[in-house]
């Protein structure tokens, strides 16, 4: 029996995975099992890595037109993706040969939709930005991490996190979306703990903009993490149309539902680690990556793994203790090659599926 008390926090997709189904959580972060991703996931983060190439560093779009930005993406899903079948370290399963070609095409058309709002736009302070918050309750200390998509200054403060599904959600899913009140609670401790200042003093942008940003911080610094929340902007950006959605903020409700529910969470985890039993729920089935290697069975056949939510929370305690360094986040790099496009013959005959 090994001990699997490796505490990481709850990150936004961990969090989806253990809603979805104890299963799918059970293959993702204990067995750690690895599936090829669909071309459709495939395409989702090749528009986020786009996205991190929109503007110069002036703030400029890099971009002259909808055109050359849409033709941008041909060269590193070609060379990177495709010939390789990989994207970011996952294998990808093609359907059929013609696969990624059809969504090439279908994300050159969403990049010309996005093209005219975001150079409209000034561009974002922070993209790609990493967290890594603890948050003290009664029930004790919730250790959240993850990534902004973008931190935007608009006349707040503002979370904006890109999104690839077709359905648009209704406002009372996004108000309910737990996503987003992890993204609300994240910007809100960093400001409440001065840390969005630090990284704010590093930014490489005009005085002006950096000026007025740290202006905003400082006036929310002091505050009560919901009073914070109240002041910040949070927005669904949807990455086929262009759309952007303002997302209700959060509330004192919002927070006290998340942390009630991540609270039950880890124990429930606990227990499923000692029972080798993790629920299955087969409504998500349809679009699990899972679906091929999954029994569809609650029980896990092997030894129950000792597991200790007592690690976890002395850990999560250690990392209270580190909050008043400024050393969790990290700047990203934003440099990328782009490499030369022997588009479509050479590349074609290499696709595996
Ligand atoms: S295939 Fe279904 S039961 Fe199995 S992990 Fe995925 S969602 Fe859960």
Do not use: A, L
């Given at each position: 029996m090994g001990n699997k008390s490796r505490y990481t926090g709850w990150s936004p997709s961990r969090w989806r995975a253990w809603q979805d189904c104890e299963k799918k959580y059970y293959f993702t972060y204990v067995k750690r099992a690895e599936v090829p991703i669909t071309a459709e996931m495939a395409a989702g983060l090749m528009r986020h890595m786009r996205m991190l190439q929109f503007y110069k560093e002036d703030g400029s779009?890099?971009?002259?037109?909808a055109e050359t930005f849409a033709n941008s993406v041909k060269g590193p899903w070609i060379i990177e993706v495709v010939e390789n079948s990989e994207i970011a370290g996952r294998k990808i399963k093609w359907r059929d040969p013609q696969e990624p070609y059809r969504t090439l095409e279908v994300m050159k058309r969403d990049l010309r939709a996005i093209y005219e709002p975001y150079s409209q736009e000034a561009p974002p302070l922070f993209t790609e930005q990493r967290f890594k918050v603890v948050i003290p309750s009664k029930s004790g200390y919730f250790c959240f991490v993850g990534r902004f998509d973008e931190i935007r200054l608009g006349e707040r403060l503002a979370v904006r996190d890109h999104k690839s599904g077709l359905l648009i959600p209704e406002p009372e899913e996004l108000a309910e979306n737990e996503q987003f009140t992890i993204y609300s609670l994240a910007l809100a401790s960093l400001i409440e703990n001065g840390n969005l200042e630090r990284m704010l003093h590093t930014l490489r942008r005009p005085e002006d903009v950096k000026e007025k940003a740290l202006g905003v911080a400082r006036e929310l610094r002091g505050l009560s993490l919901v009073e914070i929340a109240q002041n910040l902007d949070l927005e669904y950006h949807n990455m086929r149309t262009g759309g952007i959605i303002q997302v209700p903020r959060r509330t004192q409700e919002s927070f006290d539902s998340l942390i009630a529910k991540v609270s039950e969470a880890e124990r429930k985890i606990s227990e499923n680690y000692n029972s080798n039993i993790w629920q299955v729920n087969?409504?998500?089935?349809?679009?699990?990556?899972?679906a091929n290697i999954?029994?569809?069975?609650?029980q896990v056949m092997g030894e129950p793994t000792l597991f200790s939510l007592v690690n976890e929370s002395r850990i999560a305690q250690e990392v209270q203790d580190g909050l008043?360094?400024?050393?969790?986040y990290i700047p990203v790099k934003q440099k990328e090659k782009v490499p030369k496009l022997p588009f479509p013959r050479q590349s074609r005959k290499k696709v595996n599926v």
């Open positions: 779009p890099k971009y002259k037109s087969e409504d998500s089935c349809p679009k699990c990556v899972f999954c029994d569809r069975k609650s008043r360094s400024d050393s969790f």
